[in-house]
Structure formats: C-alpha cells, structure tokens
C-alpha cells in the first residue's frame, strides 16, 4: 500500500491534470466514490486499527482528505471560468469592423422635386391633395370652364380612355395637368382650403422638352380676401426657396387660361454662365408656370361660393424645375431608366429634404 504521502501526491496530480470537468470527476470519483474512492477506503479502515496506529494516522488521513476536497473545489472553479472565457471569446463580436458596404439605391430628381416643393409649401401652410389620373372627363375640362367646344381642349393632346367609369357614356381621359385636383379638393375640404397637388399628367407629345407622361405641381389657395398680390409674394418665396438662393424676380405677363381670370404666366429673372443657371440676376427672363385668380365658374363647379370666397391658383411643370436646378439636358433621359444616368443624378435617400436642413445638400 501507498504511503500516505505518496496518495496524497498521486491524487492532487491528477486533480491538477483534469483538463475537462469530466476528468476532474473522474478524479473526485478515484478518491471518494462509494465503491472504489481509495480516500474513503482508507478513512473506513480506521475502525479496524488499533487505537494506537488510529490516533497517529486518522489526523493525517483527515487533512489529506480535506486538502483533496479543497483541491477538487478550486480545479472546479478553474475549469468553469475557462469554460466562459472560451465562450466569451467564441462569442466576440469586434463591433469595430466597418459595415459591410451595400449598394444603395438613389432617389430620383422628379422625386427629390416633388420633395422639395411639398417641403416649402407645407411650410406656407399647405397641404398635399391627390387625385386620380384617370379622370373623369368632366373634373378635366368642363368643371375648370373648359365646355366641349373649347379650342383648350384641342392644345391638350389628350389620351381618351374608352370606357368610363362612372358608365355614363362620358370618355374617361389620363388627366392633362393637375388643375382637375382643384376641384376635388375644392368638393371635399370647401373653402378656406390651401393645398397643393404634385402628380403624374399625361399628353401625347414626344421630344426634347416633351414626353407623354410628365409631372405638375398645382397650387390652390381660396378665403375671403387673397388676392394676385398675395400669389406674387407666395410665388417668390417659393422661388428664393426652391433654387436657394438671397433673391428671385419675378414678372407677371397677362396670358390666358379657361380656369383663371385674370391669368398670367410668370417668368424669373435668370441668366446663363457656362450652361448653367443662375436665379435673381442677369437679363433674362425665364417662364416656369401659369397662375391665375380663380375664375367663378371654377370656384362653382368646386361647391364653393364665389360671392363669398375668391383665392389664385397656379400650376407648375415639376420635370422642368428639376432639368433647370440640377442641370439635366434632356427630358427624356428622366424616363430612360438608365441606372448610370440615376446615380449621376439621383439623391441619396436618407437626405431628406427639409428647409431647416437645406432642401438640396
Ligand atoms: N393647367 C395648366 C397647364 O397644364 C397650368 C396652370 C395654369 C394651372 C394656370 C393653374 C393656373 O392652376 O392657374 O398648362
């Protein structure tokens, strides 16, 4: 048999060899399993020993079995933090990497437009209205004071739909400008009412400067006193804002429309450098929309009474905005869908575009 000194030493090595909690009770088991344990042969021995032998080696015998115990709790405690650093460091994240770089899309002019221009007038106070496009014949024409005979029908290169909806014989058309949103607005909301209604018009023109498909802002403003000078101060606004710039000129040049009386087309002052525009100053004088005072028979049709109310309106070509602020040459290139062109032109769609932040960065 062992000494006692050499059991001792036989179990704390192989307590200190345990490299797996399986191995350290494998160990414990070699010292104190029920069958087996050499410990625990050991300590029920004593009972047989002669009282003499007993007292000499039961103290020893007790601290062997306390230190190997002892030794058994540490190794344990050991494995375990080891066991968590490993899975602490299987589990790192270095939150340092950069991200992993993902193609983003970008936003398109006519969208940044619409954006941009819905920005400034919400910030004058108006709302955004819609409506369909296809249109009842009616909202198109008849209801903004152009009847069937009207030569404004003709200039309007429109798109007939066969069959109405409303299945009343009348022709639906895909809506020639937003002026029908007036209308719409006008029946759901009455009047006072400020909104504007940015969308999709359709006419069948192809070239440079014209697609079938084009966009419009139209601008509605109705209460009991608004007047063209209140139009004038609104349009500059909108112009110093939109092109960003300390100063826009404006000149009103008489014209007509069925829908507004008086009516008037509206240039800004502008000059050229290197192919490129420059607002508020120069000698040129550039068109960018048509307004107008709401004609009565329009304010009618819209149920709202033109003895009490009265207000201007005005429409503006979005796709043309967007050619003349960010430098694009040619119309039809907006509706290519060439992705080179998109991200020569697009926006990035996190920069949204607010008047406190900049409209374009
Ligand atoms: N609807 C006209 C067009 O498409 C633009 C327009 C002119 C709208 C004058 C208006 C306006 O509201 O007052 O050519």
Redesign the pocket.
Known sequence: MDSLQDLRARHLDSIAGAETESDLEAARLAAFGRKSGEIGQRLSQLGGMDPGERKRIAPQLNRIKDEILAAIGERKSELAESALDARIAGERQDVTLPGRHRRCGSVHPVSQVIEEVTAIFADLGFEVAEGPQIEEDWYNFDALNIPPEHPARQE?DTFFVRHSAAGDGQPNVLR????PV?IRAMREKGAPIRVIAPGR?YRCDYDQTHTPMFH?I???AIDRDISMAHLKWTLEEFCRAFFEVEKAELRFRASH?P??EP?AEVDLRCSWEDGRLKVGEGDDWMEI????M?HPNVLKAGGVDPDQWQG????IGIDRLAMLKYGVPDLRSFFESDIRWLRHYGFHPLDIPALHSGLSR
């Open positions: 309007h020639t400008h937003t002026s007036q018009v419009q139209e601008g509605l429309f829908f507004t009516s929309l048509g307004s107008g709401v201007f309106a005005f429409g």
